[in-house]
């Protein structure tokens, strides 16, 4: 992945509005925002999409919900007290500028003039790329959402909510159409990501495609499997090299997120939980990779103690020097990459889908492909490798397969918070016993479990009231800010 220097850029603009890769920079567009533009510079649109999309890897709420992480002293996030999530953001900054790429590559008045900053197809499939990444994180945090209406607020104020079904479907048909019309000329500039390689691109479109495809393998086999074999067929990712990060940058407005929270004005409140850790330390499993998920306890590598924090406690007492914190690698380094898909979980989605029958490759070879993926993207090395396959609790069972290969998947979707949680939601293992004095549970039981859905925010009660009350009633929600029924694709 081409990494750039994206402090240089944050500073030579306004907004967090960034300038063309940050490879020549035209100080007298220094004070031109791209969102109210004299000057219609796509490229400086496209890097701020991209940083966007890096802060999605970095989210708190799926992680604990998962239990891959812990709070140390306020347990609230934990324990599921929030209820309401905002999208706004998400419309208005990465969505919003998404579209103006791509209406001014389509505009006929004002193709010549962003053609400089890479073909105008090439321009509009890459928008169409992210623009479909976005609509699907949105739809599986929420469910159903704005689409069809969303960004026409002209002539539609307030508007209508599509369902999750409806979403799914035209997200392919967006990616397909991405595809479809990339041609040979150059790829967009301001791409901080690729540096305008458009073979990555389509290897981004085609994973994402993938990856959604097996989101509905239990509520639309058919379609999945068809997108599925699709996207193999397209291009996916095919090796650890070719993981799909987003490199951050070092000055503290584009940091990687878990740096500023390591460093800023309070303690550390997220160490590694200790279901996650005891999963790990099984003595049927030994996972190697516990080393580079976590630090040893008061971060003093000639202890080799690691220990979990406690989940979901309601009053924690904890001295943090007694449990073990994200590693450093990550948690003190600001240009950390953000995760969004990894070989690893490309070969876990195939073993599932030989299983399943949707290919023709070896299931039990995939399984062992995923694990091998995942050491080598932690560093693990060979000789480790080799002896986790021979432990109780990894050796592939036939009978226990799907248990395994969903196990192995959690494990290794650490530090990817959104799509951990979809995948476990959507798999439903390993079974994770929910924080035992929950601050909110069901409307309809006082039982405890974790949240499958992410409630909407009461802003847009206030400003969207109709359309929102319809999008609860058509997902049956007791209320809009219900976090605990379960999506369309979730039928497990």
């Keep these: 992945m ?29 004070n031109v925002s791209p969102n ?27 992680s604990l919900y998962i239990q891959h992480l812990a709070e140390v002293q306020f347990t609230n996030a934990s324990r599921y007290g929030t209820t309401q999530f905002d999208y706004s953001d998400l419309y208005t900054q990465p969505i919003i500028n998404l579209e103006r790429i791509i209406s001014l590559n389509t505009d006929p008045a004002t193709t010549d003039e962003v053609i400089a900053y890479g073909s105008n197809n090439n321009q509009i499939a890459v928008a169409s790329i992210l623009k479909a990444f976005f609509y699907n994180h949105l739809t599986d945090r929420w469910g159903n959402i704005p689409f069809t209406q969303a960004t026409n607020l002209v002539e539609f104020p307030t508007p209508a909510f599509d369902t999750q079904e409806t979403i799914y479907t035209a997200l392919f048909d967006l990616i397909d159409n991405a595809l479809s019309i990339m041609d040979s000329g150059n790829g967009p500039t301001g791409d901080i990501m690729f540096g305008g390689d458009m073979d990555r691109w389509k290897q ?55 740096e500023n929270r390591y460093n800023g004005n309070r303690a550390p409140d997220y160490a590694v939980s200790d279901v996650f ?20 306890i008061g971060n003093d590598d000639t202890n080799s103690i690691y220990v979990g924090m ?13 449990v073990s914190f994200i590693t450093e690698t990550i948690a003190n380094d600001p240009t950390a990459p953000g995760i969004l898909f990894t070989y690893a979980q490309v ?36 000789a480790d490798y080799d002896t986790y396959i021979t432990e109780p609790k990894v050796v592939y069972d036939a009978n226990n397969a799907m248990n395994l290969i969903a196990e192995q998947k959690w494990a290794a979707l650490y530090m990817q918070p959104y799509e951990a949680w979809a995948e476990w939601r959507r798999l439903d293992a390993p079974s994770l016993t929910p924080a035992l004095e929950p601050l909110s549970t069901p409307t309809s039981s006082s039982v405890s479990t974790i949240p499958v859905r992410e409630g909407y925010d009461n802003i847009i009660q206030s400003t969207n009231s109709a359309n929102l009350d319809n999008a609860v009633s058509n997902q049956g929600l007791p209320g809009p800010f219900d976090n605990y029924t379960k999506l369309w694709w979730d039928v497990n």
Excluded: H
């Design 2 to 30: 081409k990494i750039i220097n994206i402090k240089k850029c944050l500073l030579a603009s306004l907004a967090c509005v960034f300038i063309n890769a940050c490879d020549t920079v035209d100080f007298e567009d220094t």
């Design 36 to 62: 109210d533009p004299t000057a219609n510079l796509t490229n400086a649109l496209l890097t701020e999409v991209e940083y966007q999309l890096g802060l999605t890897t970095t989210d708190v709420s799926p």
């Design 204 to 258: 981004f479109a085609n994973t994402l495609k993938l990856v959604m495809a097996q989101r509905l393998s239990d509520v639309a086999p058919a379609l999945a499997q068809t997108k599925f074999t699709e996207a193999i067929a397209g291009g996916v990712i095919s090796n650890v090299s070719e993981n799909i990060l987003f490199t951050f940058g070092e000055d503290d407005l584009v940091a990687n997120a878990w």
């Design 310 to 322: 406690e989940y979901a406690l309601t009053a924690p007492s904890t001295d943090r020097g007694t």
């Design 277 to 296: 850790i005891d999963f790990l330390q099984d003595i049927e499993r030994n996972d190697p990779r516990l080393s580079k998920y976590a630090d040893p």
């Design 347 to 382: 070969s876990f989605a195939m073993a599932e889908a030989a299983l399943d029958g949707w290919i023709s490759g070896d299931a039990e070879t995939l399984y062992y492909q995923g694990i091998k993926a995942s050491m080598d993207q932690w560093g693990i090395s060979s």
